[in-house]
């Protein structure tokens, strides 16, 4: 019996021993953590991979966080006709990871691949803007039109109309795919191709292998035409709850968090940056966070009431109070400074002023507004209740109501929306500032303004900063007097790092505007361990 | 025997069917859908271009016809692909099945063995101290949200203690080592385990209580056979019935993973799975899943009553 008990005894503290010490990582491995809903989907069909489409496929050329063209795979450009045409030349020597060369065909394939309807790719409309288009789609045309190949190295396409910020503002968004791999794949087979889960690319990266629900495990390229990176692995790892990937990362299974989404929240930044090694960093400027009304329904048609919800909302004290003093109040829909005028109506706190306004417009005390939202963090919570208490201040009945994404939308485009609580990523340009108040989209829950149409038409066709910023400061003017959304704060997104990793959060701390699935050329290659 | 068997199998075949009926429904009726699920703000898209990705989908059609359409695929073997990944529904739950069975076998054997025998301490040394200490563990074994025994336990064993992984089955990129599966299994298994024990040693001890008080123990005792033999031999043995329908009905759990301990330690199962499938209004993954677990609940049921007779000799079916 003794000696059992003694076998028993040994056996557990082996057991144990095994448990607490067994693996040990591998050195040069840097480890980022990913979206588990993004999977390893084809880019065709989703921008969540869009971190794919860089370290491994890798677009012609890519965007710097000032704004400069970064050549990629073409090494240089000639734009035409005042940006109608644009020939691009392509870098010579350059080899898929297969070892196969890379040629023009596999760019004039790849943007095919976006505009061919019977792919049915869900972002067709990057490539909207090429000559052809609309008859690819339409089914009287074949190919895309606009985009030819005039020998091995060099693209010419022709566009629709001329868009002088064509390359940086489009075609930047376009990942390039291996002809000789995806050629003969039947168009309707193509997102659903097995290539998407183990890709080739000519980016700094090698695919290595996907594990389902796991990681995505990368490898150096040692022939990648930037020279070979200096870290040897790369492993995008797969969260599904934010907390398992802040926690992840205090624990040193991860280097760096998802940007995507909120992983961080700005509760857990103080205790998260305390410690040793980790430095959060938090981006400041995304596109606002506003209320979205349904422009439908005829009381929120009068401006007065969407006014008085601004002017009824303490901003400047919630932020101060919930966000930990992070984070600027919104006055308009632009985050960048340069598409915004002076002399904006600032909204000062007013509650006297707002029952005013409501009183004028006739705004009836009892109706009750369903205000949905799809953030399902504590934080937001708390933002809500704030927002609920200001507006029955005010003698606006707010019931707050989460749903999951998929309902929230589903309001949307039923129009069953009242109103909801959204805000999003900005991307590098004002023009992307017509996601939110452009005619005729779901998003925009009615809202029609062809004068702002009109100045998001022709701002976009300029391309010196100067010359387009009349017609943003416009926009900018009108989304602040008429708040067709009630734009509160920018969104700020708290991202974590480990700094034994050089690379990451220098990057990242250079912007505090969030751009997010837009090919940002980070210099991966440069990044190191310590 | 036989008979009763293949008569319970031929009754399950109108109870599936109804199942995905039921189910087909309650997805259909689950504001929104895989397209509403895809929008996206940083692409805007209009109502006529909505209407156009439904149409190419076939969501556009109503559910009875869906639904028609889905159940001749199943009938041919074919549970579908995903709206979503355009993955196989068969490969999927393929793929996820094994991680879900490890970490739910574990855990429930585990739970069943512990939970066992502190059930027959406790009721053996009824109204003790330890019994005391027992039931009041296990009530808050039973009460704790898992949820939050999953954060804490990260936060323990992995922030504070440093001795255990926080997520996933294994490091990424370096070959499969048992060891390292064992540490990554470690705090989602105990997770799952705390209200399993919890609940076994429940069951175990007022099961076994019940047939303490009765007589044919004082016979067996008045035999002349050992306390051990008694215990072991004439209670535990009767006792075991209703433990047997409890552990009956927690097979179903082995397959259907366990959607929030899955998430908070990624732990790469069905639950996640499912769970992802029904935030993206995924159809056919969601009624693959619901299919697979209607099955598994069916046979474990079957097999629950057939084990009744292995264990108890006076049922018999015919």
Wanted: glycine content about 6%.
């Amino acid at each position: 019996m003794q000696i059992k008990k003694w076998v028993l005894t040994l056996m557990l503290v082996a057991l144990s021993t095994v448990l607490v010490f067994a693996a040990g990582d591998r050195e040069n491995t840097y480890s980022e953590g990913w979206l588990s809903a993004c999977a390893c989907d084809s880019s065709l069909t989703t921008t969540c991979t869009h971190r794919l489409d860089m370290t491994v496929n890798q677009p012609l050329v890519a965007i710097t966080w000032k704004g400069d063209l970064q050549p990629l795979l073409a090494e240089s450009w000639e734009m035409q006709e005042g940006g109608k045409v644009w020939i691009l030349h392509l870098r010579q020597g350059v080899k898929w990871h297969d070892g196969e060369p890379f040629t023009a065909k596999d760019a004039v394939f790849s943007f095919n691949a976006y505009a061919n309807p019977k792919v049915g790719s869900r972002w067709s409309t990057k490539v909207a803007d090429i000559l052809g288009y609309d008859e690819f789609q339409s089914g009287t045309a074949d190919s895309l039109v606009g985009v030819q190949a005039l020998d091995d190295k060099t693209v010419r396409f022709e566009l629709k109309d001329a868009i002088p910020l064509w390359l940086k503002l489009k075609q930047t968004y376009i990942p390039i795919f291996p002809e000789h791999i995806l050629g003969d794949v039947a168009p309707e087979k193509l997102v659903s191709d097995p290539y998407w889960s183990h890709r080739i690319g000519t980016g700094p990266f090698k695919w290595v292998k996907y594990v389902d629900g796991q990681y995505i495990e990368l490898g150096r390229n040692e022939d990648y035409f930037l020279g070979a990176p200096k870290i040897e692995h790369l492993i995008y790892r797969f969260y599904s709850a934010g907390a398992t990937q802040a926690a992840a990362l205090e624990n040193g299974e991860i280097d760096t968090t998802a940007y995507e989404t909120t992983i961080i929240t700005l509760d857990d930044v103080a205790r998260l940056d305390a410690v040793p090694n980790i430095d959060i960093f938090v981006m400041s400027k995304g596109m606002p966070n506003f209320i979205r009304v349904n422009h439908e329904r005829p009381e929120w048609g009068d401006v007065r009431v969407r006014q008085a919800i601004r002017y009824a909302i303490d901003v400047d004290g919630i932020l101060e109070s919930l966000s930990h003093g992070y984070g600027q109040a919104a006055y308009t829909v632009f985050p960048q400074d340069w598409a915004i005028p002076d002399g904006l109506n600032k909204y000062e706190y007013n509650p006297e002023k707002a029952k005013q306004l409501l009183k004028e417009a006739g705004w009836d005390p009892n109706r009750k507004v369903d205000l949905v939202y799809h953030y399902d963090d504590l934080y937001t919570r708390n933002l809500l209740l704030a927002i609920q208490q200001n507006l029955a201040q005010v003698g606006m009945k707010v019931e707050l109501r989460y749903t999951d994404a998929a309902t929230i939308h589903a309001l949307q485009a039923t129009g069953e929306m009242d109103a909801g609580y959204f805000g999003f990523g900005m991307g590098l340009d004002p023009s992307l500032g017509e996601n939110t108040m452009g005619t005729g989209t779901v998003e925009s829950a009615g809202y029609s303004n062809s004068a702002v149409d009109l100045l998001f038409a022709e701002g976009f066709k300029l391309s010196d900063r100067e010359d387009r910023q009349p017609f943003y400061h416009a926009i900018a003017r009108i989304a602040n007097q008429e708040q067709p959304c009630i734009w509160l704060w920018y969104v700020m997104r708290a991202v974590g790092f480990n700094r034994r990793v050089v690379g990451p959060y220098e990057h990242y701390s250079e912007e505090k505007i969030i751009y997010f699935n837009m090919p940002i050329y980070n210099e991966i290659e440069n990044w190191y361990i310590k | 025997m036989l008979s009763y068997i293949i008569r319970r199998l031929l009754i399950s075949i109108p109870v599936l069917f109804a199942v995905t009926v039921v189910f087909y429904l309650l997805a259909d009726l689950m504001p929104g859908d895989a397209v509403t699920a895809m929008m996206t703000s940083e692409a805007p898209i209009s109502r006529a271009a909505l209407a156009s990705m439904r149409d190419r989908m076939g969501l556009d059609q109503p559910w009875p016809l869906r639904y028609v359409r889905w159940l001749q695929g199943l009938l041919k073997g074919n549970l579908g692909y995903s709206y979503i990944t355009f993955e196989s529904v068969t490969k999927a739950i393929r793929t996820r099945l094994p991680a879900t069975l490890e970490l739910m076998g574990v855990s429930m054997l585990i739970s069943i063995i512990i939970g066992s025998i502190l059930g027959i301490v406790s009721a053996l040394k009824q109204y003790s101290a330890l019994d005391f200490t027992l039931t009041v563990c296990g009530f808050i074994g039973l009460s704790v949200p898992v949820f939050f025994l999953g954060l804490i336990l990260i936060y323990v064993f992995a922030l504070r203690l440093k001795v255990l992984p926080v997520s996933g089955m294994s490091i990424p990129g370096i070959p499969f080592s048992l060891a390292d599966n064992l540490r990554h299994l470690a705090l989602p298994m105990f997770s799952l385990s705390v209200l399993r024990i919890a609940s076994f040693m429940r069951y175990t001890r007022s099961s076994l209580l019940d047939v303490l008080h009765n007589e044919y123990l004082t016979v067996a005792r008045s035999k002349g056979l050992s306390e051990r033999r008694v215990i072991m031999k004439h209670a535990l043995r009767n006792a075991m019935i209703p433990i047997i329908t409890v552990i009956g009905l927690n097979i179903p759990v082995l397959f259907a993973g366990a959607v929030i301990i899955e998430s908070v330690f990624q732990w790469p199962g069905i639950g996640l799975l499912y769970i992802t499938a029904v935030n993206q209004r995924d159809d056919p993954m969601i009624m693959g899943l619901a299919v697979m677990s209607a099955v598994v609940v069916f046979l474990s049921n079957l097999l629950t009553d057939i084990m009744y007779a292995f264990v108890d000799p006076r049922i018999r079916y015919q």
